[in-house]
């Protein structure tokens, strides 16, 4: 039997997402997609399928959702609280969702964009080769209550993994790009000294990042003909204030760039509340891209481990391996 | 060229932009749209997608391609020939887009005329006249900047931002952008259109292409209350390459 989602509640910001897409640049539409990329490659190994598998990305708090039909779910990004039926649901786990169970998700911890994944993906509409809303686009829209999202099924539950760290603001690594040359050394070794706030007016397309004292904007007004804009550009507006441009970013502007936040720390970006402190750090182009390259070479590689449950909720302690590690990592699957 | 174009650089870690100059000019628009043409034929192995913006071709590359290996392959093309010389693109429309001038749908014809030194009927009359040049689509899905406008139009933008409906006509810097969703923007609202220009839902979800010539011909407001309603706003189409 086919299982659906049921949305009884949304939160401000729920919509599909997956990688975003690829081919419709020239046209004017960026790749969108998750804000939170790793966080679909950790749902991606909690349920044992593949990364490209369209989930629900919950902005700033999640929402009631009802099963229709057994299912799997992960939860990653964000830690928000959630529960089904008053039972407390791990973070970054995977977990069986019976047939009727209501799924509460509340607001977020620490950090912004929850994720809310499903066995087998949600199965939405296609809509130029991929599910994601792109809402700075026009594309698709945020859920409300009474929508219902088709599940793929199958996937694993019963996994866990250790969340990367990437909630709370910190150091973000930028290498040069196409404008940072017009920028004079002052200016590029200040704005690494200044600690930012995240402005509390942040989206999918992008964060503005508030500051204390001068701007860093280019004497005389820079003109610079519009050229193509990359997600983790820091352009530098007008009156001196950095934006750092993320998923649904315009495809192209005029405004200079200082530099280009590295992917791998693009989401500590997008997850970081407002008024959480940023600090940017220039690294060598060639170190970006090897950084890059390594946090991409891992992610595939996530390894789960089995979720282990407080032994008191337990209902048969002795069929369950506890060491984790030694089991195949599926003896938790058939919860009762 | 001269000044060192046309050039290769770095945008972020995953791109490479082929600049084919530092100001807006037509032969180096023609250039970034045939170049790109020819790395879409070429296929080149560790290229997710290409695109143009004013006068560069932009190279997105694969996660776990060699950066240095696509950039030499993009060189060679590069190098083989004078792209500045290159043709217009073929499957070019000449398109003539139905505008409502000034009034309050449209309240920065005055301002903008003012700046251009002329009346408003003069703004109008040489607007609507003008036959401009799709030079890329950007910015939102499906939006064109078209160009270019006589000596006269090379207005700065406002430094004050102004909120505009999709379908805005708007000026600045010798050319008009027509909006494909709502957006604030410091270019004159000079007039409206009813033309929709992204359409997800449809098999063409881009209206616009590169290269199209396109001309926005003044009409009154009972002819635009009649046309705006439709997904075309009155728009036709005809073949011209």
């Known amino acids: 039997m086919s299982a659906s989602l049921h949305v009884e509640k949304a939160g401000p910001q729920v919509t599909v997402q997956d990688l975003g897409r690829s081919g419709a640049l020239a046209f004017g539409l960026s790749r969108g997609g998750a804000m939170d990329r790793m966080a679909l490659f950790e749902g991606a190994a909690l349920l044992g399928q593949d990364a490209g598998l369209a989930a629900l990305e919950m902005a700033g708090a999640g929402g009631t959702f009802r099963a229709e039909g057994a299912c799997r779910i992960a939860l990653t990004g964000a830690p928000m609280r959630a529960q089904t039926d008053g039972r407390a649901l791990t973070w970054n786990a995977s977990h069986e969702l019976e047939d009727g169970a209501v799924l509460e998700i509340g607001a977020a911890e620490r950090g912004i964009y929850g994720y809310l994944h499903v066995g087998g993906g949600i199965e939405s509409d296609m809509v130029l080769g991929a599910r994601s809303a792109h809402l700075a686009g026009g594309l698709g829209r945020a859920l409300a209550a009474g929508d219902v999202l088709s599940v793929g099924g199958g996937g694993r539950s019963g996994q866990i993994l250790p969340s990367e760290e990437r909630f709370g603001g910190g150091r973000v690594r930028v290498v040069p790009s196409l404008q940072t040359a017009v920028f004079p050394d002052e200016t590029r070794a200040r704005f690494e000294k200044t600690e930012f706030r995240k402005d509390a007016r942040a989206n999918r397309q992008g964060a503005r990042m508030d500051a204390e004292g001068e701007g860093f904007g280019v004497d005389g007004g820079l003109h610079v003909v519009s050229e193509v804009i990359v997600p983790g550009d820091i352009q530098i507006t007008g009156d001196g204030t950095p934006f750092v441009l993320l998923a649904e970013s315009q495809t192209t502007g005029g405004y200079p760039r200082i530099g280009t936040v590295i992917p791998p720390d693009l989401a500590r970006v997008a997850q970081a509340q407002p008024g959480a402190a940023l600090r940017f750090e220039f690294v060598t182009l060639e170190e970006g891209r090897r950084l890059t390259a390594a946090w991409r070479e891992a992610r595939p590689g996530l390894k789960p481990q089995p979720l282990v449950r407080d032994p008191a909720k337990m209902t048969d302690l002795m069929s369950y391996t506890l060491i984790g590690g030694v089991t195949a990592g599926d003896d938790l699957d058939q919860e009762s | ?241």
């Open chain 2, 1 to 241: 060229m001269t000044d060192g174009f046309p050039r290769i650089d770095s945008a972020g870690t995953d791109g490479l932009l082929v600049r084919f100059s530092g100001a807006l000019g037509e032969p180096a628009n023609r250039a970034a749209l045939a170049y790109r043409a020819a790395l879409d034929a070429e296929g080149i192995e560790g290229v997710a997608e290409t695109s143009t913006s004013l006068v560069s071709t932009f190279l997105r590359l694969d996660p776990g391609s060699d950066p240095g290996a696509v950039e030499e392959r993009a060189r060679t093309l590069l190098d083989s020939r004078n792209w500045t010389e290159a043709p217009l693109p073929a499957g070019r429309r000449f398109v003539r887009i139905p505008t409502l001038y000034g009034t309050d749908r449209a309240p920065q014809l005055a301002a903008a005329a003012e700046a251009a030194g002329m009346s408003a009927e003069e703004a109008v009359r040489q607007l609507s006249q003008a036959r401009v040049r799709v030079t890329t689509i950007g910015f939102a899905p499906g939006q064109p900047y078209l160009g270019t406008l006589p000596e006269d139009w090379d207005i700065p933008r406002s430094a004050e931002l102004a909120q505009v409906p999709a379908a805005a006509l708007v000026v600045a810097v010798r050319q008009l952008v027509l909006f494909a969703n709502a957006s604030p923007t410091g270019w004159r609202h000079v007039g409206q259109t009813g033309l929709r220009l992204f359409r997800p839902e449809s098999e063409t979800p881009f209206v616009l292409r590169p290269g199209d010539e396109v001309t926005f011909p003044a009409v009154d407001e009972a002819e635009f209350s009649r046309i705006e309603g439709d997904d075309d706003g009155g728009a036709d189409w005809e073949d011209v390459a």
